[in-house]
């Protein structure tokens, strides 16, 4: 079994940083792609950034330029560090990461998320 933990959120001002963390255990032959999505009250789960096994990233455009994605590859890591932090911002983030196991099976998992909160 795969579990992807995550660590980071919290309250910040406007204007602040913050940076999650998420990492993946259990039975990995590889992971592709790593990313990080959020969800605020009443609207649908939204791709904030990516990155793959070969460190290309992509960012929603709402956060480019503000936040970056990094990867500890030896850790089975992800980082999301955000930067100029806006209460748009404010939402349950969530970690993902495409795993394939010993059989080369893929298979999409999902950190418990953590709440990031911008409020003066």
């Known amino acids: 079994q795969v579990q992807l933990v995550e660590s980071g959120g919290g309250l910040v001002q406007p204007g602040g940083s913050l940076r999650l963390s998420c990492t993946a255990s259990?039975?990995?032959?590889?992971?592709?792609?790593m990313g990080w999505y959020r969800q605020a009250p009443g609207k649908e789960r939204e791709l904030v950034a990516a990155v793959t096994s070969g460190g290309s990233t992509n960012y929603a455009a709402s956060v480019k330029g503000r936040f970056a994605i990094s990867r500890d590859y030896t850790k089975n890591t992800v980082y999301l560090q955000m930067n100029s932090l806006k209460p748009e911002d404010t939402a349950v983030y969530y970690c993902?990461?495409?795993?394939?196991?010993?059989?080369?099976?893929?298979?999409?998992?999902w950190g418990q998320g953590t709440q990031v909160t911008v409020s003066s």
């Open positions: 993902n990461a495409d795993i394939r196991d010993y059989f080369y099976t893929r298979y999409d998992y």
């Open positions: 259990g039975a990995i032959y590889s992971i592709n792609d």
